[in-house]
Nanobody
């Protein structure tokens, strides 16, 4: 298992940008596919995007395609989520998650989770 800590959340106006970070400790970071999920109040947790172990492949949920970008630096044990053109409906707690092996978009496939970081987008 890896331990995950998110940072970078905050309050931003619609149209603005934020970059979230997810720092990992524990086992070999490069052995884990990583993902971002989010959960808005009263809603189920939603897949945001995922990145493969080497960072070669990424894929995204439909609601964030073209606006959000996931990247990772394995030498720093860190994953990032660059969020541009933010909308009020992006308001949520954002979680990073790790899965040993290949990528997935299924919440149940991820065994390690961070505590989450709040992102609030004002209109």
């Amino acid at each position: 298992q890896v331990q995950l800590v998110e940072s970078g959340g905050g309050l931003v106006q619609a149209g603005g940008s934020l970059r979230l970070s997810c720092a990992a400790s524990g086992r070999t970071f490069s052995s884990y596919a990583m993902a971002w999920f989010r959960q808005a109040p009263g809603k189920a947790r939603e897949f945001v995007g995922a990145i493969s172990r080497a960072g070669v492949s990424t894929y995204y949920g439909d609601s964030v395609k073209g606006r959000f970008t996931i990247s990772r630096e394995n030498a720093k044990n860190t994953m990032y989520l660059q969020m541009n053109s933010l909308k009020p409906e992006d308001t949520a707690v954002y979680y990073c998650a790790a899965r040993f092996g290949s990528s997935s978009d299924a919440e149940a496939d991820f065994g390690s989770w961070g505590q989450g970081t709040q992102v609030t987008v004002s209109s």
